[in-house]
């Protein structure tokens, strides 16, 4: 048991030499989500995502085709009335 208990001390230890060094606390970025939604999409991606629509394409599948979010899919169709 005394073995046990040292080893238990010494990370303990070594766990609060590792908080002092490294902070907790991060700064966050930007959000690219959030960013890509206020960027423009050109109007060929528009007219593509339109298309798939009319076609009965899943908006998920639209997203991927085009390597965009579904949100900004969404949003697209959103703005257009679909």
Do not use: C, F, W, Y
């Not at 930007?30 to 298309?51: C, G, Q, V, Y």
């Amino acid at each position: 048991m005394a073995r046990k208990k040292s080893a238990n001390r010494r990370n303990m230890n070594q766990t609060a030499v590792i908080r002092q060094v490294l902070p907790r606390e991060r700064i966050p970025g930007p959000d690219k989500l959030l960013a890509a939604l206020h960027e423009p999409l050109p109007a060929e991606t528009i007219s593509k995502i339109i298309e798939l629509h009319k076609q009965k394409e899943p908006r998920s599948k639209i997203a991927k085709q085009l390597g965009l979010s579904k949100l900004q899919v969404n949003q697209e169709l959103m703005k257009r009335g679909g």
